[in-house]
Structure formats: C-alpha cells, structure tokens
C-alpha cells in the first residue's frame, strides 16, 4: 500500500497527512490562522503565506514524527499546486517539491478541488464512479459528475459568489466575527428560518446554476431595515442557501448520467441544515448519501493525501517543473458562465 505525505496551504490552513492507499490516515497535524486574521475580519493573503511559511515544515515533521516514520518511508509527495491564494500556493507546492527532489520521490500536484472531490472516497469505500457531487466551500460552488480519478464533468457552477462567501458575508454583516459559516449556523438554531422573506436566486431555471449576491444584498437589507432580530435573519439566510442548493442539486440530478450516489463535499458541506435537506433529496431520488465527516468537509491535508494515493495508484505523478495555478478548473473543458469566475 502506497504512503503519502499531503500537504495543504491554498488558503487560511495549513496542514500535512500522511495516509496509505487502504484508506488510513496515519497522520494528520492541521494549524488554522483564525486569529492572525481576526482583526481585518477575513483572510488577508500576504498574512496567510507568511504564517503557511513559518507551519509547514514544523507540521510535516509532527505528523512524520506521530506516525513514527520519516521521508523514507513515504511514496511519493502530494501538494496542492492549486486553485488558491497564490501565496499560500507557492509555500506549499515548493515545500512539496523541495521535500520530493531531497527523499528521491515523486510529486503529486493536487487539484485542491480533486482533494474535495475525491475526500468522500477516503471516508467510504463503497462509494464508486460516477457519482454527483456538490462542491460548495467558501470559493467554489459547482455541480460535478464524477466519473474518475481526474475525469469531471462540471454541470454549473455560480454565476457570482460561492455558498461559503454568502455565508462568510452574512456573518459579517451580522458581526458574528470568523469563522462565519460555522458561526451563522449556531445563531439560525435560535432562528425561525420562515422569518424574512429572502430570494431564491435562479430557483426553477433549466440549468443548475447558482447565484448568491442577491440574496446577500437582501440580507444587508434586512438588517439595515432593523425589523427582524439577528437570529431569524441567520436562519431565514441559512433556510434560503438551503433551498438554492437543493433545488439546483435536483436539477442536475435530473440531467446527470446515472449517479451511484449524490455526494456533498467542501467546507459549507459542514452545515447540518444542508447535510440534512442533502440527505432528504437523495433519499426522494432513491440514492445513497455521502458526506465525510465534518473535519474533513473543511480544508485539511488528509484529503489532499488521498487525492494523491488515487492519482499515485492511477500512474499520475508530476515534473517538478510543475506551476503554481492560482486557478485550475477541473473540468477543462466547461464553458465560462456569465457572471462566473470573478472570485477565486
Ligand atoms: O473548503 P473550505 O474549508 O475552504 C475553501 O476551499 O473555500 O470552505 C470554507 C468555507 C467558508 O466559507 C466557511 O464559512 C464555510 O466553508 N463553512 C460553513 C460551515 N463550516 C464551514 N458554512 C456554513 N456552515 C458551516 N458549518
Ligand atoms: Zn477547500
């Protein structure tokens, strides 16, 4: 069983895993960044890249040291080359190489989206090709058939903001602080979600894709308006995410190529409401549900680990040469949506 070393450092994580081909994690050292960002209320990445440059290393040397292994013992090198903060890239993909040419091993970039995508894999190993997946984390929301190690057919993503930005945003304005998702979820429990009437944006129309400014600048009015308390706001927001998400997820339910499961991956897949609205829709569609657990919902290195285990097994190894991609989508050959792309 091949053992890799994963590393991550596209965005306010910085972590390193070492996990085998049989779906073990040997490993996993993870050190957020929260309160280097706190002050400027969100992730600032020229902050971001100098904490990843001071974690790293001491990270990959813990998780060597809790699995009691060193670089000889590890096949081969996995980093993610991107989608990201390009800072936080370039720390960690030339941590990567640099640890690969030193041990004599081969290097793995990883589609930090592969990593997502293919997490709910290391969490069940009777999930198989293809399966539909959501992928919503604070900058992506995409509907993805997943029909193989590097083979994706993206069927929508947003036409603005992701999911994890509407709810990064709506805890700003309600000056919840960050982490702003985990955060707008713990207010909408004391919430009524029916409470203010907010947009659905793009419910009902043909093609699953998504939109979420909208509904984020009603947020802003609501609040502005001062008529509802913070609680309802947070939930009817959260109910609204929820309702987009799901009727957009049925869509391309109803165009995919026969699913084996509907699968839900990324940080906002750490929300209960939409696990749970999730789980429903998949069980009306006769479909297993996959969601990893919630650590590995949320960036971490253990998924990039296993995104390279399946590419090393696949054959897929990568030059040093390899670049930084600052954007990388994973399916080439998708068209640009109107509206898309204007965010990371
Ligand atoms: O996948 P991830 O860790 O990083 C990216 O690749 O973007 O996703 C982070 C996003 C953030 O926007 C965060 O607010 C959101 O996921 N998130 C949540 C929850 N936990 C994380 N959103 C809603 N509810 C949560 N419990
Ligand atoms: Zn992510």
């Given at each position: 069983?091949?053992?890799?070393?994963?590393?991550?450092?596209?965005?306010?994580?910085?972590?390193?895993?070492?996990?085998?081909?049989?779906?073990?994690?040997?490993?996993?050292?993870?050190?957020?960044?929260?309160?280097?960002?706190?002050?400027?209320?969100?992730?600032?990445?020229?902050?971001?890249?100098?904490?990843?440059?001071?974690?790293?290393?001491?990270?990959?040397?813990?998780?060597?040291?809790?699995?009691?292994?060193?670089?000889?013992?590890?096949?081969?090198?996995?980093?993610?080359?991107?989608?990201?903060?390009?800072?936080?890239?370039?720390?960690?993909?030339?941590?990567?190489?640099?640890?690969?040419?030193?041990?004599?091993?081969?290097?793995?970039?990883?589609?930090?989206?592969?990593?997502?995508?293919?997490?709910?894999?290391?969490?069940?190993?009777?999930?198989?090709?293809?399966?539909?997946?959501?992928?919503?984390?604070?900058?992506?929301?995409?509907?993805?058939?997943v029909r193989g190690v590097g083979d994706y057919r993206r069927l929508a993503t947003t036409i603005d903001d992701a999911a994890g930005e509407a709810f990064d945003k709506t805890a700003k304005l309600l000056g919840l602080g960050i982490p702003g998702g985990p955060r707008v979820e713990v207010l909408a429990r004391d919430g009524?979600?029916?409470?203010?009437?907010?947009?659905?944006?793009?419910?009902?129309?043909?093609?699953?894709?998504?939109?979420?400014?909208?509904?984020?600048?009603?947020?802003?009015?609501?609040?502005?308006?001062?008529?509802?308390?913070?609680?309802?706001?947070?939930?009817?927001?959260?109910q609204a995410v929820v309702d987009c998400l799901v009727d957009r997820t049925a869509r391309a339910l109803a165009v995919a190529d026969r699913p084996t499961a509907l699968v839900v991956a990324g940080g906002v897949a750490a929300n209960g409401a939409v696990r749970a609205a999730l789980e429903d829709l998949a069980r009306r569609?006769?479909?297993?549900?996959?969601?990893?657990?919630?650590?590995?919902?949320?960036?971490?290195?253990?998924?990039?680990?296993?995104?390279?285990?399946?590419?090393?097994?696949?054959?897929?190894?990568?030059?040093?040469?390899?670049?930084?991609?600052?954007?990388?989508?994973?399916?080439?050959?998708?068209?640009?949506?109107?509206?898309?792309?204007?965010?990371?």
């Amino acid at each position: 069983m091949p053992i890799i070393l994963g590393l991550e450092s596209s965005c306010d994580e910085t972590a390193a895993a070492l996990v085998s081909g049989d779906r073990t994690i040997l490993a996993h050292r993870l050190a957020g960044q929260e309160a280097a960002h706190r002050p400027y209320g969100g992730v600032v990445p020229e902050i971001a890249a100098r904490a990843h440059v001071e974690a790293l290393i001491p990270l990959v040397q813990a998780a060597l040291d809790d699995a009691g292994m060193t670089l000889a013992d590890v096949d081969a090198v996995a980093a993610t080359a991107g989608p990201g903060l390009i800072g936080g890239v370039m720390v960690g993909l030339v941590t990567g190489k640099a640890l690969a040419h030193a041990a004599g091993k081969p290097l793995v970039a990883v589609n930090h989206l592969e990593g997502h995508a293919l997490s709910p894999r290391l969490a069940d190993p009777a999930l198989r090709f293809p399966y539909l997946l959501l992928l919503v984390s604070g900058g992506h929301c995409q509907l993805l058939e997943v029909r193989g190690v590097g083979d994706y057919r993206r069927l929508a993503t947003t036409i603005d903001d992701a999911a994890g930005e509407a709810f990064d945003k709506t805890a700003k304005l309600l000056g919840l602080g960050i982490p702003g998702g985990p955060r707008v979820e713990v207010l909408a429990r004391d919430g009524d979600p029916r409470a203010v009437p907010l947009p659905r944006p793009l419910i009902g129309t043909a093609e699953p894709h998504f939109s979420f400014a909208g509904l984020k600048s009603a947020v802003m009015r609501a609040i502005d308006g001062g008529q509802w308390n913070d609680a309802d706001i947070a939930a009817s927001f959260q109910q609204a995410v929820v309702d987009c998400l799901v009727d957009r997820t049925a869509r391309a339910l109803a165009v995919a190529d026969r699913p084996t499961a509907l699968v839900v991956a990324g940080g906002v897949a750490a929300n209960g409401a939409v696990r749970a609205a999730l789980e429903d829709l998949a069980r009306r569609h006769d479909l297993p549900f996959v969601a990893p657990p919630l650590w590995l919902c949320t960036d971490n290195a253990a998924m990039i680990g296993w995104a390279g285990c399946e590419r090393f097994a696949a054959g897929l190894t990568d030059d040093l040469a390899f670049p930084a991609r600052p954007r990388w989508p994973l399916d080439p050959a998708a068209e640009a949506v109107r509206g898309a792309g204007v965010k990371a």
